[in-house]
């Protein structure tokens, strides 16, 4: 199984700063990986896939980047609504496997 | 619009069964391979199993292999997931979760929507 690691597990952030999530895979999965946002409660919201390809309705301050194995999540102005947990996801095979997630928090 | 709604869960005691269902909607369901994802009180996103479009084909994470069952019935545009066994480490909300279309009806493993989840406790 490819085994997916992100960091950090949390951080904590203003309104406004630029922040960035890394996400490692185990083996290289060339650009076989999505990024979701889940709020508190609710279910997760695809934001991004094929590393870098972003899904209709998302704000253009989230972007992707990466291939192989090293992929990140940049959020350029924290906005009060991005306060959430991320999660990376690998599609290269099966058994899908997803990151630990980032959960980010208000400083 | 699209959407996909989960329901069925519930207590349960150890050993016991429940079946999850999922009901789809805004899309032509019989094109996508769909995926049960499930979450720990606290924890992170756990792959559970997900089926093909046409229901021929199936996998599964390990930690349920040869008690949970997918399976899906086109004509009512309706997911299934079928629990035996049930254990402790069961307890979850699970997600019923649309793969993105491919042409040539393969597994993308993009999971887009989600539904909102429905919480199994396994307790005596």
């Known amino acids: 199984d490819i085994r997916m690691t992100q960091t950090p597990s949390s951080l904590s952030a203003s309104v406004g700063d630029r922040v960035t999530i890394t996400c490692r895979a185990s083996q290289s999965i060339s650009r076989y990986l999505n990024w979701y946002q889940q709020k508190l409660g609710k279910a997760p919201k695809l934001l991004i896939s094929?590393?870098?390809s972003m899904r209709s309705g998302v704000p253009s301050r989230f972007s992707g980047s990466g291939s192989g194995t090293e992929f990140t999540l940049t959020i350029s102005s924290l906005q009060p609504e991005d306060f959430a947990t991320y999660y990376c996801q690998q599609s290269f095979s099966t058994p899908l496997t997803f990151g630990g997630g980032t959960k980010v928090e208000i400083k | 619009q699209v959407q996909v709604v989960e329901s069925g869960g519930g207590v349960v005691q150890p050993g016991r069964s429940l079946r999850l269902s999922c009901a789809a909607s805004?899309?032509?369901?019989?094109?996508?391979?769909m995926h049960w994802v499930r979450q720990a009180p606290g924890k992170g996103l756990e792959w559970v199993a997900v089926?093909?479009?046409?229901?021929?084909?199936?996998d599964y994470a390990d930690s349920v292999k040869g008690r949970f069952t997918i399976s899906r019935d086109n004509s009512k545009s309706t997911l299934y997931l079928q629990m035996n066994s049930l254990r402790a480490e069961d307890t979850a909300v699970y997600y019923c979760?649309?793969?993105?279309?491919?042409?040539?009806?393969?597994?993308?493993?993009?999971?887009?929507?989600w539904g909102q989840g429905t919480l199994v406790t396994v307790s005596s």
């Open positions: 805004g899309f032509t369901f019989n094109i996508h391979a």
């Open positions: 089926i093909s479009y046409v229901g021929s084909k199936t």
């Open positions: 979760a649309r793969d993105e279309y491919d042409q040539e009806g393969s597994y993308r493993l993009i999971l887009d929507p």
């Open positions: 094929a590393a870098s």
